[in-house]
């Protein structure tokens, strides 16, 4: 409203939002240096009015996107599964709802309208997934595998297997799964048993977050909530084959760095984390892919980032923002500061060459085709994206590509492909 502003400058972000949140029709303001203020001398205000934010944003989308393939240059229809949560509607379900809402049904769906238009490939974009629904991490695992274990669960000093619970796979074709620091939990244990089957050639980031624990919340007084509650961790994660995401987290088999691997992002840099340990492996069956295919898809990854332009800008992006942060003072003379507004402003120009490089790259990869998300709006309504995480998706998309035509068609699939070959 019109009380005091409050510099929020450096705060943790759970307590910034303490401030913004309030009663619905009330007003927050929010005060904000411009990024395109170098000197950080002006100040621009923006006045909001609280109310319910739909979280249909944070629902599963889908769109297809065109590649040309390398080998006759025959374009290639790629489909790509944004999840950004792992979400469901746990007290809908109890009620019998039918109209509850799930991540697994909505991926389904997906997945399902990707078989009618005949795509070439899957591209499963789990970055910035936190976690969420075990259930539906495990049943999404079952769509793109027959059948077998999915996560080992050990707690009171007791393992349990959790399996696919479906009796067939929905999708069998070529498969990505696009990951970064900030993929946790549920997103692990997806990406992790669908490498461990070598279902899926994950891509990202040097490593996932790490989170291979599981936190119960439990009420300090049963009669009064008031008191608050108390989280503890109860049961710890571990993969297939007997190892814990827990710190390591998830390792790529192709490595595209985003920013998040300059910076202190994962399990291991929190305070009194659990150590990583492994319980004895469960029996499943691998899928085969052609000899040597994670290095052939590797080298051609790493021959176009170094031939490209914008991989180049973002590699060095990369570096000076991995130099800035290991900065442990800030100066105070004026032409040393100075000097580091105007580094700042070289980072925001390398930026915006990068969007220029990744709308240029629209002639290779275009996209056809926004798939309306789980509800009514389309992806075709995200806010401004990160040209950035664009280029990691593009190289990504390019991955996928290769492995499509990698694989071979089987002739009772028509244009889908089989994984097992």
């Known amino acids: 409203g019109s009380e005091e502003a409050v510099d929020i400058m450096y705060w943790p972000l759970y307590k910034s939002v303490r401030l913004i949140r309030g009663a ?7 005060s904000f240096i411009p990024a395109s203020d170098p000197s950080g001398t002006s100040v621009k205000k923006v006045r909001l009015t609280r109310d319910k934010i739909s979280l249909e944003e944070r629902a599963a989308k889908s769109s297809i996107h065109e590649v040309p393939g390398w080998k006759n240059g025959d374009l290639l229809h790629l489909g790509v599964v944004s999840l950004p949560d792992f979400y469901a509607d746990q007290q809908g379900k109890k009620r019998g709802d039918p109209k509850s809402r799930s991540c697994s049904q909505d991926v389904k769906q997906i997945l399902n309208q990707f078989h009618d238009q005949s795509v070439d490939g899957v591209l499963l974009d789990l970055r910035n997934n936190g976690g969420g629904s075990l259930q539906d991490a ?15 669960v050990k707690a009171n000093r007791r393992v349990q297997v959790l399996k696919d619970p479906n ?30 089957y070598a279902r899926a050639i994950v891509v990202g980031d040097e490593k996932t977050h790490g989170k291979g624990s599981v936190q119960s919340v439990f009420p300090i007084d049963r009669k009064n909530d008031q008191h608050g509650s108390l989280k503890v961790t109860t049961a710890k994660f571990y993969r297939i084959d ?3 995401t827990q710190l390591y987290g998830v390792q790529p088999d192709i490595v595209v760095h985003s920013v998040m691997d300059v910076m202190e992002v994962g ?24 000899k040597n295919t994670i290095e052939k898809l590797k080298t051609r990854s790493e021959a176009r980032r170094v031939q490209s332009e914008g991989f180049a800008l973002y590699n060095d992006l990369v570096k000076r923002l991995g130099d800035r942060l290991a900065m442990q003072t800030v100066p105070l003379k004026y032409e040393e500061r100075l000097a580091q507004a105007r580094s700042d402003q070289e980072l925001d120009d390398i930026r915006d060459r990068i969007s220029e490089l990744v ?13 309306e998300d789980a509800g009514e709006e389309s992806a ?16 990504a998309l390019f991955i996928l590509r290769d492995l499509a035509e990698t694989l071979v068609p089987t002739p009772e699939s028509g244009t889908s492909f089989s994984a097992r070959l």
């Open 359 to 371: 709308e240029d790259n629209e002639a290779t990869i275009i996209r056809i085709n926004d798939g």
């Open 167 to 196: 009796r067939s796979a929905v999708y069998e074709g070529p498969l990505v799964v696009l990951v970064n620091r900030m993929s946790a939990s549920a997103s692990e244990i997806l990406a992790g048993a669908l490498q461990d």
């Open 242 to 244: 007997g190892k814990s």
């Open 267 to 290: 399990e291991e840099f929190l305070p009194n984390v659990l150590s990583w340990e492994t319980v004895p492996g469960t029996n499943y069956r691998r899928y085969t892919m052609p």
């Open 24 to 30: 619905i029709g009330t007003d927050v303001v929010l």
């Open 380 to 395: 075709a309504d995200d806010e401004e994206k990160d040209a950035t995480a664009d280029l990691v998706l593009n190289e």
């Open 138 to 152: 495990i049943e999404m695992t079952g769509f793109f595998i027959d059948k077998g274990p999915v996560v080992q």
